[in-house]
């Protein structure tokens, strides 16, 4: 069966750099979306993005983050200039139509 | 905002017991989703529920959504340890935007 995919599974970072986590959707998707999930938290909602553009961000996306599409298979989340309080688990999801998100195994964030 | 509550918040049974996790939503569900997370892994997806009154079962487990669209329940049959994680009652929004509940942490011991 189609997986979304994620890379790398754990990133470490100082604090002030800028990271970028990369996602493959499953191949036929047309929606994408990043999560996030501080440790012991709620799963919360950053960005939504469909035919290359944000449909939809939280007040968490504010202008340190960005996503970006660069090619056909691709969908990255980029963070700027990183906190300590971006440590966390950050997921990719995608769908088709009206098709539940199918997630990655996340990519588990750790600033220094 | 929306608020998804679930109940409990862990549990533990005995391989073989069955179970019920609830979950109460502060506005009308429009669209009712249950993951399961496992440590490290990623969310996996259980069933939708749209329509009030819906029941969806896939091999032991069931999932409902009351006909007033503000609560559902997941039921596992019998359960096996690879029952065991999170269980994660999810709500669709606009953008189908996905809010989550806090998790229920099920521990199956044999």
């Known amino acids: 069966e189609p997986e979304v995919t994620q890379t790398p599974s754990h990133q470490v970072t100082q604090m002030g750099q800028e990271v970028i986590l990369r996602c493959v959707p499953i191949?036929?998707?047309?929606?994408f979306y990043w999560y996030r999930q501080i440790l012991g938290q709620k799963v919360e909602f950053l960005v939504s993005?469909?035919?290359?553009?944000?449909?939809?961000k939280s007040e968490i996306f504010d202008d340190q983050f960005s996503v970006e599409r660069p090619d056909g298979s691709n969908f990255t989340l980029k963070i700027r200039s990183t906190k300590l309080e971006d440590s966390a688990m950050y997921f990719c999801?995608?769908?088709?139509?009206?098709?539940?998100?199918?997630f990655g195994d996340g990519t588990r964030l750790s600033i220094l | 905002s929306q608020e998804l509550e679930q109940s409990p918040q862990s549990l533990i049974v005995q391989e073989g017991k069955n179970l019920t996790i609830n979950c109460t939503s502060s506005?009308?569900?429009?669209?009712l989703y249950w993951y399961k997370q496992k440590y490290g892994e990623g969310l996996i997806f259980l069933m939708m529920?749209?329509?009030?009154?819906e029941e969806k079962s896939h091999e032991k487990i069931t999932a409902k959504l009351d006909e007033k669209k503000q609560q559902s329940s997941l039921h596992i049959t019998a359960s096996q340890p690879s029952h065991a994680g999170i269980y994660l009652c999810?709500?669709?929004?606009?953008?189908?935007?996905?809010?989550f509940g806090k998790g229920t942490l099920l521990t199956v011991n044999p």
């Open positions: 999810v709500s669709g929004g606009s953008n189908y935007k996905l809010t």
């Open positions: 191949s036929n998707h047309l929606y």
């Open positions: 999801a995608s769908r088709r139509d009206d098709q539940p998100q199918h």
């Open positions: 993005f469909y035919n290359n553009e944000i449909s939809e």
């Open positions: 506005k009308t569900l429009y669209g």
């Open positions: 529920l749209q329509k009030g009154g």
